[in-house]
């Protein structure tokens, strides 16, 4: 599957939101989101265009910055 790469972003960015609010972990909507875009933007121009991988990387990344900041 070939797709763009904003199309490639945008659905990665949905799959890690989706978990993340299943799961009640999003308390600041605007942070979450800024969060997942960076991420998610650096792990593609690093050059990894699988969209479960980088969901899946920005999830567990966005769950170390909200342990960190706990801390």
């Known amino acids: 599957m ?5 199309v490639l972003v945008e ?6 939101w989706d978990l993340l609010e299943r799961s009640g ?3 600041d909507p605007g942070d979450v989101s800024r969060f997942l ?5 650096d792990m ?6 699988r969209q479960l991988m980088l ?8 769950r170390r910055y909200k ?4 801390a």
Do not use: F
């Open 2 to 6: 070939s797709e763009s790469l904003p």
């Open 55 to 62: 969901a899946n990387n920005a999830i567990d990344a966005y």
């Open 67 to 70: 342990r960190l900041l706990a």
């Open 44 to 49: 593609v121009r690093a050059g990894e265009h």
């Open 11 to 16: 659905r990665s960015i949905q799959i890690a």
């Open 25 to 27: 972990e999003i308390t």
């Open 37 to 41: 875009l960076r991420n998610i933007d």
